[in-house]
T-cell receptor, first 110, second 115 residues
């Protein structure tokens, strides 16, 4: 069974700072997902990637398959980026659900 | 708009009672999933279904039951056998089950509290 570790668990930063959240996993995967969970509980999918790098607005996700590691970066962070960011891996081709990290609680202070 | 709806958002139940959580999707997705979220833990898979009339146990299925009679609906019943049912429950769906790398779409969740 895949083990997914995220770091840091909690992160507080000032508005405008460059943010990095890390995710590592133990077993080879078909894809890795980055999700965002707001205080109300709903989850939004940010990225799904299996190699290289993806960018959407101020968010960038990278993955290194050989090192079993992914990072989520936020440039020019803003208080509205405050949320829990969750890394999840798809080990079985989507057949049996995702394995999730515990999440990184990010607070961006104005 | 296409999406996943879960109802109710908050649910209170007396100990010993069964309760059913609703999950409906109009995305025409084949696969649906139920996850449980507890404070300080990652989401854990309860049940999943790849197609209508078929479902499989996830990592923590004990004390739960599901049905998949229609493509768009995947209700979860929390039975009295579930020892610690107070949690946040999330439903998700993806386009196809059993194939590689599907993006999952999540519902807004139901927070269940057992009194």
């Amino acid at each position: 069974k895949n083990e997914v570790e995220q770091s840091p668990q909690n992160l507080t930063a000032q508005e405008g700072e460059f943010i990095t959240i890390n995710c590592s996993y133990s077993v080879g995967i078909s894809a890795l997902h980055w999700l965002q969970q707001h205080p109300g509980g709903g989850i939004v999918s940010l990225f799904m990637l299996s190699s290289g790098k993806k960018k959407h607005g101020r968010l960038i996700a990278t993955i290194n398959i050989q090192e079993k590691h992914s990072s989520l970066h936020i440039t020019a962070s803003h208080p509205r980026d405050s949320a829990v960011y969750i890394c999840a891996v798809d080990s079985g081709g989507g057949a049996d659900g995702l394995t999730f990290g515990k999440g990184t609680h990010l607070i961006i202070q104005p | 708009d296409g999406g996943i709806t879960q109802s109710p958002k908050y649910l209170f139940r007396k100990e010993g009672q069964n309760v059913t959580l609703s999950c409906e999707q109009n995305l025409n997705h084949d696969a649906m999933y139920w996850y449980r979220q507890d404070p300080g833990q990652g989401l854990r898979l309860i049940y999943y279904s790849q197609i209508v009339n078929d479902f499989q146990k996830g990592d923590i299925a004990e004390g739960y039951s599901v049905s998949r009679e229609k493509k768009e609906s995947f209700p979860l019943t929390v039975t009295s056998a579930q020892k610690n049912p107070t949690a946040f429950y999330l439903c998700a769906s993806s386009k196809r089950g059993g194939v590689a790398a599907n993006e999952q779409f999540f519902g807004p969740g139901t927070r269940l509290t057992v009194l």
